[in-house]
């Protein structure tokens, strides 16, 4: 079946260091890959997405592209700062029309420390 | 960005009693609605989807005559679980679509006692 495979968390990183978190999917089809964002007490933000293979979505300083060959999506950022502190989700968009929907990821928890 | 907003954003009730978790877009217009369950350390869950004017379409396994979803506009759609037990306390998040994105609600968390 179609699904998503995160990095367990949590991430502890310090200011400035390099971030990497993993996301690989299974799926049918040709979806498209998102990163979407909870800071705490927020709500989910994407923070950004590709729609076909070798594209790259960028935010933020953050970057991921699209790898078929690997069926990966893995979020990374140069220089990670404390306000990246949050929860990261990998998700895939499969479907068309109204019956499109995303399946999730389990979610990655970052801490930054300054 | 578009902004969706739940309302309450916390709730405690006792056990047996109904609540109603409200889901609006606040400057856009929804057709299409989603309402998750998010369990502690757990990816999101979709329940249903929702279409204004129409039934909602629930995923395998969650009860409709249990959880009951309204979409009478384009800016709203309500969430109302009946009869709450504590095995219904979760943190329920909603999520609006315009185009091909979704934009989602800060989340309501359910207590039932």
């Known amino acids: 079946g179609n699904s998503v495979t995160q990095m367990e968390g949590p991430v502890t990183l310090s200011e400035e260091a390099f971030l990497t978190i993993n996301c690989t999917y299974t799926?049918?089809?040709?979806?498209?890959l998102f990163w979407y964002v909870q800071y705490p007490g927020e709500g989910l933000q994407l923070l950004l997405k590709?729609?076909?293979a070798d594209d790259k979505g960028s935010n933020k300083g953050f970057e991921a592209t699209y790898r078929k060959e690997t069926t990966s999506f893995h979020l990374e950022k140069g220089s990670v700062q404390v306000s990246d502190s949050a929860v990261y989700f990998c998700?895939?968009?499969?479907?068309?029309?109204?019956?499109?929907?995303?399946?999730w990821g389990l979610g990655t928890s970052l801490a930054v420390n300054p | 960005g578009a902004v969706v907003s739940q309302h309450p954003s916390w709730v405690i009730c006792k056990s047996g009693t109904s609540v109603k978790i409200e889901c609006r877009s606040l400057?856009?217009?929804?057709?299409?609605m989603f309402w998750y369950r998010q369990f502690p350390k757990q990816s999101l869950m979709l329940m249903a989807t929702?279409?204004?004017?129409?039934?909602?379409?629930?995923e395998q396994g969650v009860e409709k005559d249990k959880f009951l979803i309204n979409h009478a506009s384009l800016t709203l759609s309500t969430l109302t679980v009946t009869s709450a037990h504590p095995e219904d306390s979760s943190f329920y998040i909603c999520?609006?679509?315009?185009?091909?994105?979704?934009?989602f609600g800060p989340g309501t968390r359910l207590t039932v006692l």
């Open positions: 999520s609006a679509r315009i185009y091909n994105e979704q934009f």
């Open positions: 400057d856009f217009q929804a057709t299409t």
């Open positions: 929702s279409n204004e004017g129409s039934k909602a379409t629930y």
């Open positions: 799926a049918t089809g040709y979806p498209s």
């Open positions: 590709a729609t076909k």
């Open positions: 998700a895939l968009l499969l479907g068309a029309g109204n019956n499109r929907k995303l399946i």
